[in-house]
């Protein structure tokens, strides 16, 4: 090999080590990894197997939020067994930069569910009677995903109060947090925010806060707001919520604070 060869040999090597590396295809584990049998929780892991209160009792308007974070982005969901009533449902939606997407309802045992998505939303509405405990199982495959949540906790305290940022500092820039408030005894609590500074723009593109009502079964956007404005207080009517926080790449304040009674 002479010296021109060898020297487009070399920058041949480099070009194709520099080159974007395709995302790497994964498949499903052949059995969940682990077993979750609280009522909600973040669940950090490629696949699981909820089982809560199986065989057992299920209290009357009780609401329970799993939020999955594979490290996949195609999520495959399947009912294992299920004394669920007709009063009762059991939902999946994908969590996207802020946004909750539309429930779909799993009622049939062996019927696959699959959504594409980095953070799916599990969650568990009986109804005015008490039911039977389930068994559902998920199954996560397809391309890695980087870090995309930089903030959840999960509030199941009947009454309290929550700040954001905790350590009482300035927020980041391109955050991306969610905070789920259902309460273990089942009620009606009502959210107000008591404090808000937040990057300003007319249309809240930037620097936000969404908060998310369940009602009728799906979670309904009722406020977006970001600057100082503090939003009117509402009732989670059916005993359950979401806050979601996202941040843009530049400018950070004090963050929110909030409470539920």
């Known amino acids: 090999m002479n010296s021109v060869t060898s020297l487009i040999f070399f920058f041949l090597v480099i070009a194709v080590s520099a080159a974007p590396q395709l995302p790497v295809q994964t498949l499903e584990d052949p059995a969940p990894v682990t077993k979750i049998i609280t009522c909600g929780g973040l669940i950090d892991a490629s696949s699981a197997q909820i089982d809560l209160q199986v065989g057992g009792s299920i209290r009357a308007d009780q609401r329970c939020i799993w939020l999955v974070k594979p490290p996949l982005n195609r999520q495959r969901f399947s009912l294992t067994s299920t004394g669920l009533?007709?009063?009762d449902g059991l939902f999946?939606?994908?969590?996207m930069l802020g946004v909750v997407g539309p429930p779909i309802k799993i009622s049939t045992v062996?019927?696959?569910h699959?959504?594409?998505?980095?953070l799916v939303m599990v969650t568990l509405?009986?109804?005015?009677?008490?039911t039977r405990g389930f068994s559902l199982t998920y199954f996560s495959s397809g391309s890695y995903v980087g870090?995309?949540?930089?903030?959840?906790?999960?509030?199941?305290?009947?009454a309290g109060n929550y700040s954001y940022p905790e350590d009482g500092g300035n927020y980041r820039n391109s955050e991306n947090a969610l905070f789920v408030i259902a309460p273990s005894v089942p009620g009606r609590p009502t959210l107000r925010f008591t404090f808000v500074e937040l990057e300003f723009?007319?249309?809240?593109?930037?620097?936000?806060?969404?908060?998310?009502?369940w009602f009728d079964n799906n979670y309904i956007e009722v406020s977006r707001f970001c600057g100082t404005t503090i939003p009117p207080s509402l009732t989670l009517i059916e005993g359950a919520g979401i806050v979601t926080f996202r941040s843009d790449s530049s400018e950070v304040r004090r963050g929110f604070k909030f409470e539920w009674v």
């Open 85 to 87: 009533g007709e009063n």
């Open 92 to 95: 999946v939606s994908t969590y």
């Open 110 to 112: 062996g019927q696959n």
């Open 114 to 118: 699959t959504l594409t998505s980095d």
């Open 125 to 130: 509405s009986v109804g005015h009677g008490p």
């Open 147 to 158: 870090p995309v949540l930089t903030g959840y906790t999960e509030l199941t305290a009947t």
């Open 201 to 213: 723009e007319g249309n809240c593109s930037y620097d936000s806060v969404r908060i998310f009502n």
